[in-house]
């Protein structure tokens, strides 16, 4: 599965261990999303994204396999739902999912 991830993810090192999979963290591809914000979550100090026409977030694609996804849809926790997007990266425009809390604040984060 290939996913978009803009915040603490974006740390090789935290992804490699959180996924479980060492080196994971070396295949991020940086990318960007246009039409959307990175911001607090409400009640938390995690970012997660709100739409804005005019603004882009500074992120990274990651392809995982089944076992790191599950374990990444852990640390994400209930207050994330996984959307679909469309990154672009160097290499052109991608399909991706991210993990979206619907509790945003207008606080950049």
């Known amino acids: ?13 935290r992804l490699d261990a959180v996924a479980g999979r060492p080196g994971l963290g070396a295949r991020l ?6 039409g959307w914000r990175r911001v607090a979550m409400r009640g938390g100090a995690f970012p997660t994204l709100r739409r804005s026409p005019r603004d882009s977030v500074a992120g990274a694609i990651v392809e995982v396999d089944a076992m790191a996804f599950r ?9 994330y739902r996984l959307t679909r997007v469309a990154a672009r990266t160097a290499q052109g425009e991608t399909a991706a999912f991210a993990w979206i ?3 945003a ?5």
């Open 1 to 13: 599965m290939r996913l978009f991830v803009y915040g603490t993810l974006l740390d090789p090192r």
């Open 29 to 34: 591809i940086p990318a960007e999303l246009h």
């Open 71 to 79: 374990r990444l849809r852990s640390y994400e926790g209930p207050a």
């Open 101 to 103: 809390a619907p509790a």
């Open 105 to 109: 604040t207008g606080r950049p984060w």
